[in-house]
């Protein structure tokens, strides 16, 4: 385990993060200021490493900064109800549903795009033809929302 005293870059070995996703972290008030020593590096600690492997599996299970600003602001607060906590878990939940059904519908359109070329030249090329002309797709729901 880590000691009270580290820098940066052992912080980023130790937690598998990148040196400029801390400092990131930092500037967008995830990650608390670190102390500084006499000659300006930063020292972190334990709560530090906590505190970093919260934001990370939250990035890990998809969900945006600012939900995890939220689940931050929560778990300071632990005697809190934990009604937002579900309803922020649910919404994460709910995109994630929703993008499944679009990579359904991708994976769909994929294989009939593929099944229907029959291999002769580009000219005849079914999946050419399909992604020059969205209007042969069977669903527009295949599309990533903006």
């Given amino acids: ?8 870059g ?6 598998g993060c990148k040196v400029q996703t801390i400092r990131y972290y930092e500037q967008i008030n ?3 200021q670190p102390l500084r020593t006499a ?3 930063r020292r972190y600690g ?9 934001i990370r599996h939250g990035r890990e299970l998809g969900f945006p900064l600012d ?8 778990a300071d607060d632990p ?17 994630v549903e929703s993008r499944i059904a679009r ?8 294989e009939r795009m593929i099944e229907q070329c029959e291999g002769g030249r580009i000219a005849e090329c079914r999946v050419i033809e399909v992604l020059a002309d969205h209007a042969k797709c069977l669903h527009d729901d295949h599309v990533e929302p903006a």
């Fill in 10 to 15: 052992r912080l980023a070995r130790e937690t």
């Fill in 1 to 8: 385990m880590i000691n009270d005293d580290f820098t940066i």
């Fill in 30 to 32: 995830l990650m608390p």
């Fill in 79 to 95: 005697d809190r109800p934990c009604e937002a906590a579900d309803r922020i878990a649910r919404a994460q939940l709910q995109a």
């Fill in 67 to 74: 939900a995890i600003r939220q689940f931050l602001s929560l």
């Fill in 103 to 110: 990579l359904q519908t991708l994976k769909l359109e994929l």
């Fill in 39 to 41: 000659g300006n590096q």
């Fill in 46 to 54: 334990p709560s530090h490493v906590a505190r970093l492997g919260f």
